[in-house]
């Protein structure tokens, strides 16, 4: 007599195996290693091929031994450097953030005071970086990644990127200032110039609007001091093909992966 089983039932039914990523296995075991060439191009660096040959030149160390050894395995807890600066292959994370006013944009979640890394620890464990930074004092765009080779670009003090910033001042923003800053003011040595300055719309003459690249460390405060004025609030509205669109103040969202490689076109 024939069963009226089907076919398929009662047989056994086994799992493929899931394919776990060497970042994965190292963090369920710490002692798994990565070669190096491997740990470098996760990083985004290069590629694995391009790799060897930079480890090869001595342009790579590990907890601060130079490594030009084929093959050499590293631990995700070991510190790598390429060219001098830290990486790491963590998948790369971008965040834009409209920063509160009093909120610093660096220092340990855990810290008393406010930071913008608490707003964006709820949704990453990444070790991100802020590109450039902005005041605690100040509100507006900041960005933020993992990614060291976007933001070693990004942050370059002498090629710097787009930004737009709108403050209001403690008196009337005068048209022999305006026309001091188009011209070039001397800051700690260099001649920092501006973009665009102008007033704002339907306000008093206590507001401007001020595009310039400059990421060197409180450069907009320290040009408004040497031009004798006072900052009474700052705000970042633009930061290189980014914009304060549909982005509340003290919200964050992940970029696009065209905005990503546009900033990287900058």
């Not at 737009?164 to 011209?183: C, D, G, P, R, T």
């Not at 501006?194 to 690249?213: A, T």
């Amino acid at each position: 007599m024939k069963s009226n089983k089907s076919k398929g039932q009662g047989r056994k039914h086994t799992a493929k195996p899931k394919k776990v990523s060497k970042v994965d296995q190292q963090i369920k075991d710490p002692n798994a290693g990565m070669r190096l060439n491997k740990y470098i191009a996760n990083a985004g660096i290069c590629s694995r091929r391009e790799a060897d040959i930079f480890i090869e030149a001595g342009s790579v160390s590990v907890n601060g031994e130079p490594v030009t050894e084929m093959g050499y395995k590293v631990k995700l807890d070991d510190e790598v450097k390429f060219d001098g600066r830290s990486i790491n292959p963590e998948p790369k994370e971008y965040y834009l953030l409209n920063k509160p006013q009093g909120f610093h944009t660096s220092g340990k979640i855990e810290h008393q005071n406010k930071t913008a890394l608490n707003l964006l620890h709820k949704v990453t464990n990444a070790k991100l970086e802020p590109i450039g930074r902005l005041e605690n004092s100040a509100c507006g765009l900041i960005l933020y990644t993992n990614d060291g080779t976007l933001a070693k670009k990004l942050g370059n003090a002498k090629k710097g990127i787009p930004q737009v910033y709108e403050l209001q001042l403690n008196k009337v923003f005068s048209i022999e200032a305006m026309e001091a800053l188009k011209a070039g003011v001397l800051i700690e040595g260099f001649k920092v110039y501006v973009d665009e300055v102008s007033y704002i719309n339907n306000k008093s003459h206590h507001y401007i609007g001020l595009e310039l690249k400059n990421m060197r460390p409180k450069i907009v405060p320290k040009l408004m001091t040497k031009l004798g004025y006072e900052i009474i609030k700052m705000d970042r509205t633009v930061f290189g093909n980014l914009t304060k669109l549909n982005l509340p103040r003290g919200h964050f969202r992940p970029l696009k992966k065209e905005e990503v490689i546009h900033l990287g076109m900058l």
